[in-house]
T-cell receptor, first 113, second 115 residues
Framework: DQQVKQNSPSLSVQEGRISILNCDYTNSMFDYFLWYKKYPAEGPTFLISISSIKDKNEDGRFTVFLNKSAKHLSLHIVPSQPGDSAVYFCAASEGSNTGKLIFGQGTTLQVKP | DTAVSQTPKYLVTQMGNDKSIKCEQNLGHDTMYWYKQDSKKFLKIMFSYNNKELIINETVPNRFSPKSPDKAHLNLHINSLELGDSAVYFC??????????????FGSGTRLTVV
């Protein structure tokens, strides 16, 4: 029973355009959501997070939007660059102090020059 | 200076063997984790230690035994390896409390192949 889902396994966009990566979750008790980026043969690296009490968080070219009523979040990358090509994982924090994160299965983004 | 380092990066071994994966972090983080990325690419938590104390033990076979000699190290020992143990294993660390929302720092992973 997967509590965090990324239903699009892959996404291809043109350089300079917007990339939108989506994530759905089922547990309304999640208190934080995070996005990670992963290159081949490397570990995931933290990108951006958002608290469940907010609906938007922005960091440079990256913006995460949270729609709690729909249990949906999205990561927008504007403008997309070829170096953004990677696997993006959505993750959710359960709200305990254990630090446990529940990850989606990832979306592979390809940004074409 | 690698923040979270895992060794080995690749491990190929026969069924029934016992193997260990080592992890060290130099970030001064309080909490360390082991995650498994299976063939479907999901990252699933296995164990978590906070200051050498086990705080998360998901439904993992007891052939897997984590050991944390100090808060900078979290090793994973696997007994009687099975074909289904083949996966990529990631070590990670994070700061405790509210700082945990800044996310984990992951190691680069250990690809375990059981033949």
């Amino acid at each position: 029973d997967q509590q965090v889902k990324q239903n699009s396994p892959s996404l291809s966009v043109q350089e300079g355009r917007i990339s939108i990566l989506n994530c759905d979750y089922t547990n309304s008790m999640f208190d934080y959501f995070l996005w990670y980026k992963k290159y081949p043969a490397e570990g995931p690296t933290f990108l951006i997070s958002i608290s469940s009490i907010k609906d938007k968080n922005e960091d440079g070219r990256f913006t995460v939007f949270l729609n709690k009523s729909a249990k949906h979040l999205s990561l927008h990358i504007v403008p997309s660059q070829p170096g953004d090509s990677a696997v993006y994982f959505c993750a959710a924090s359960e709200g305990s102090n254990t630090g446990k994160l529940i990850f989606g299965q990832g979306t592979t983004l390809q940004v074409k020059p | 200076d690698t923040a979270v380092s895992q060794t080995p990066k690749y491990l190929v071994t026969q069924m029934g063997n016992d193997k260990s994966i080592k992890c060290e972090q130099n970030l001064g983080h309080d909490t360390m984790y082991w995650y498994k990325q299976d063939s479907k690419k999901f990252l699933k938590i296995m164990f978590s230690y906070n200051n050498k104390e086990l705080i998360i033990n998901e439904t993992v076979p007891n052939r897997f035994s984590p050991k944390s000699p100090d808060k900078a190290h979290l090793n994973l020992h696997i007994n009687s390896l099975e074909l289904g143990d083949s996966a990529v294993y990631f070590c990670a660390s994070s700061q405790g409390g509210e700082q945990r929302h800044y996310g984990y720092t992951f190691g680069s992973g250990t690809r375990l192949t059981v033949v």
